[in-house]
């Protein structure tokens, strides 16, 4: 591994397992986790309370947090890169995989305090995400199983637009974590 701490970002479609695909780098690389979820879904619950949201899709509710959700990931990992703590945050990433200069500046903010960001992109089907949607039965995806084939329509599940190591989702979260892990290498 180098000595620069790197800084996954871990991207790809709802379902595609980046937690698990985390959890599993984490434990080979001593790596920290950095979930958008479970570091901010509390704080949107609130704020979602307060505007009457029901649904993390609400464009209302997007507009108000997304860049705070954003911030509080930059902040921990750039706390995790001081320690010299390699991290990887699961997150979805959007607008940075779609826009290359949105990930240039994301590369400077993680560069400027001595880490080294990477994109990691979770490649997967849409008919094997509808069967890890319609598995994994989440009460999150509610809304999605509602018309499932119309959120499928939806999705961006093209390849980022910034440089970025390609991981096989379909394949078993050990395989995928050591083919992150030698590419971070």
Known sequence: MSKQPWVLALTGAPGAG?????????RIAGAAILDQDAMTNPLVDVVAGLIG????DDACLAGLVRPARYSCLARVAADCVSAGVPAILVAPF????????QWARWESEIAAVGGRAVLGWLRLDAPELRRRICERGLSRDAAKLADLDAYLAGLDL????APHIV????AAPESQARHLRAALA
Do not use: G, I, W
């Open 167 to 170: 991981v096989d989702a379909a």
């Open 94 to 101: 959007t607008a940075e995989r779609r826009d290359a200069e």
């Open 18 to 26: 980046k937690s698990t695909t985390a959890r599993e780098l984490a």
């Open 158 to 161: 093209e390849p980022p637009r």
């Open 53 to 56: 949201a029901t649904d993390y």
